[in-house]
């Protein structure tokens, strides 16, 4: 617990480059150790023959460091919009005077850790375990969530989302929202609680139904 909470002292500068850098490792991981020629040709074999795979493969490849580049630009994204969620609960329920936008923003940055422990075991699993996968599986799968009850070709498109992220990760994350709040904000168990229950949940909720309304749309 001592270890816990001396993560979340961290400076806000030191949290955020080291889950920018946890990111770009999985990733890393990811397109290193997962994504291979045979791994293409199971994806586009009735499509593509295996030279076609390889060079479509190299091309990837090649514009890979794209996606190296977009990683922090998306983080920052998605801490700003989920601090001010949080922050517009703490508004709500007038503990604004107690706490900063900048401690609920390091909060955000710290919990992150979550989701990258989420995304390494995703590799550990899809690398020892995954078989003779492909790209679908891999976007397919996620640990530990209602999305791994189901067959690939027994889920519509539109509910691979949602049931992916519903997921035991997602409660270990709102759980270390609510205790980042009481132990940098010296608040209540019941006001971190609350807040994190009445902003964060709801928020979700609508990035949920936004998401398969994308999905919907795409696939008509």
């Known amino acids: 617990m001592n270890l816990l909470i001396r993560y979340y002292k961290l400076s806000k500068t030191s949290l955020f480059f080291g889950i920018v850098l ?6 890393w991981l990811s397109q290193t150790f997962l994504i291979n020629e045979i791994v293409f040709y199971n994806t586009y074999s009735e ?7 390889l060079q479509l493969l190299e091309s990837v490849r090649k514009f890979s460091w794209v996606s190296y580049a977009f990683i ?10 989920i601090s001010i969620v949080i922050y517009t609960g703490i508004f709500f329920y007038n ?4 706490v900063t936008f900048g401690t609920v923003s390091k ?3 710290a919990s992150e850790i979550i989701i990258v422990i989420a995304s390494l ?3 550990l699993w899809l690398y020892l375990f995954g078989g003779n996968y492909d790209l679908n599986d891999i976007g397919f799968f996620y640990p530990l969530s ?7 070709n027994e889920v519509d498109r539109i509910w691979i989302f949602p049931l992916q992220i519903v997921n035991l990760f997602q409660v270990v994350y709102t759980i270390a929202l609510s205790y980042g709040l009481k132990k940098a904000c010296n608040l209540g168990e019941s006001d ?3 807040i994190v229950l009445s902003s964060y949940l709801p928020a979700m909720v609508v990035w949920i139904v936004f998401i398969m309304f994308i999905s919907f749309d795409t696939a008509i």
């Not at 946890?22 to 990733?27: A, C, H, K, Y």
């Not at 503990?95 to 107690?98: F, Q």
């Not at 209602?146 to 690939?152: H, P, T």
Request: aromatic content about 10%; overall charge positive.
């Open 22 to 27: 946890s990111n770009l490792f999985v990733v």
């Open 121 to 123: 075991i995703k590799f």
């Open 146 to 152: 209602l999305i791994n009850l189901f067959k690939i």
């Open 47 to 53: 499509q593509l023959t295996m030279d076609r795979s």
């Open 107 to 109: 909060i955000v940055i």
């Open 95 to 98: 503990l604004n005077d107690k």
């Open 192 to 194: 971190s609680d609350r």
């Open 72 to 81: 922090p630009l998306m983080l920052i994204i998605k801490f700003t919009l």
